[in-house]
């Protein structure tokens, strides 16, 4: 019987050891010997916005001149065209809170990229313009249904100390539309009866289908789901936990709000209409256009992670500042000038901070309002964001008609820049975690 107790004292004391070791395990996700699954869920989230916005908003910067041209749409109509694709993204920055809580971030998203699809499909059977823009509407849905809840499951799996870096590799996923576009796009014929921008729409619709199925077969909207704590160090002062936003912080909500409208407004007049630029005004080919284009992709898979990284470590506010010098600087090249060289100096600067500004948008949500009101934040953020959005190209169209390029609108562009820059200093400095 003595041995019998010695033996089942041996085995409760193994199996308080493994009990140790697993808590051990779930508490330290610094452990480089086995992957944490946070950055499972972020490479995943970037394969999404590689569709979400990648394909489904900035290939049709590539696509638009073949289509202007096959249409008869002149630059009030291009600029419509990219308008009626915000408001379907605005669409969905409303329904978010509502459907987000519900269904949660693997749901929402894999219903998003499908919707993508469908409509996809739609405008590669179709040259109504009419039907064209009904059809990207529900394109900015899908992608606005992919983009927030992408950005805002980061604040549940990373600890602010490593959010910013995981929202850069999450941004990397658009660069990645962004290259295939440009290389694709020129080389693409007609086929059967569609016109070669209907068979872009087609390929990607396809592509949207792959990822999503991939997305409902990895993406996981808690920690919680894979028994895991978030990834990075915890914070050594308390967390704001509150699933809703305070009075308190409505100020500095429009104060972000305001920084993230002016960026949406210039930085896609710029992804809009540049491709146009390089091939009137430049008299650049497509096909060289489109490898320009492509560069921009390349440099921008890094611009979210290098900001974020940079964020992490000198704050959001002076992360923000630094990208606001660079994108301004990237608008006024094309808009004073007309020579090459400010072209190539102004696609090398806009590709590495394209993504910079979402990125620590999104991080800014998580750190000032907390991570269970990280998703409000980021939805009214980035409402205004759409807004900006939705109004630039229709106002860079416009007054391209009235001047005859987009010189005007790149250096309003430029000064509005600078604009933002002021703002992000006067923001308060964000406490230590």
Known sequence: MADGMIQQDN?????????????????????????????????????????????????????????????????????????????????????????????????????????????????????????????????????????LPMMSVMSHWFFPSHRGLALGLVMAGPGFGIILSGFVVPKL??????????????????????????????????????????????????????????????????????????????????VTFIVTSMVGSYQLSEATAGGIW??????????????????????????????FVFLAIAYLLVGLTDWHSGLYLSIILFGLVVWSIPVIMAASAGDYFGPAAAASALAALTFAFSGGQALGPVAAGYLAEVTGDFSISYMVSGIAAFVALGLSLLLRPQKSA
């Open 189 to 270: 014929l007609p086929f059967s009866n569609l016109l070669s921008w209907q068979t872009g729409w087609l390929i990607f619709a396809v592509i949207n289908i792959v990822v999503a199925c991939l997305t409902f077969t990895l993406i996981r909207n808690h920690p919680d789901d894979v028994s895991q704590n978030p990834f990075g160090r915890a914070p050594t002062l308390p967390v704001k936990n509150k699933k809703k936003l305070e009075r308190s912080n409505i100020k500095l909500l429009v104060h972000l709000g305001i920084i993230f409208a002016i960026y949406g407004a210039t930085y896609m007049v710029y």
């Open 294 to 323: 492509a560069w921009i992709g390349l440099l921008s898979i890094f611009s979210g992670m290098l900001f974020g990284w940079i964020s992490d470590h000198i704050g959001r506010r002076l992360g923000l500042a630094l990208a």
């Open 11 to 147: 085995q409760d004391q193994d199996q308080d050891q493994d009990q140790d070791q697993e808590n051990q395990d779930s508490t330290a996700p610094l452990k480089l010997d086995k992957l944490h699954y946070a950055w499972i869920v972020a490479a995943t989230g970037s394969v999404a916005m590689f569709c979400g916005l990648g394909l489904g908003r900035f290939a049709f910067g590539m696509l638009l001149p073949s289509m202007s041209s096959s249409l008869g749409l002149n630059y009030t109509q291009s600029g419509i065209l990219g308008f009626t694709n915000l408001i379907g993204y605005l669409v969905a920055v409303l329904l978010s809170p509502f459907i987000l809580p519900r269904f949660g971030t693997r749901a929402t998203a894999t219903g998003s990229l499908f919707l993508i699809a469908v409509s996809m499909l739609g405008m590669a059977f179709t040259t109504s313009f009419p039907i064209l823009c009904a059809l990207y509407v529900l394109t900015g849905i899908g992608s606005g249904g992919v983009v």
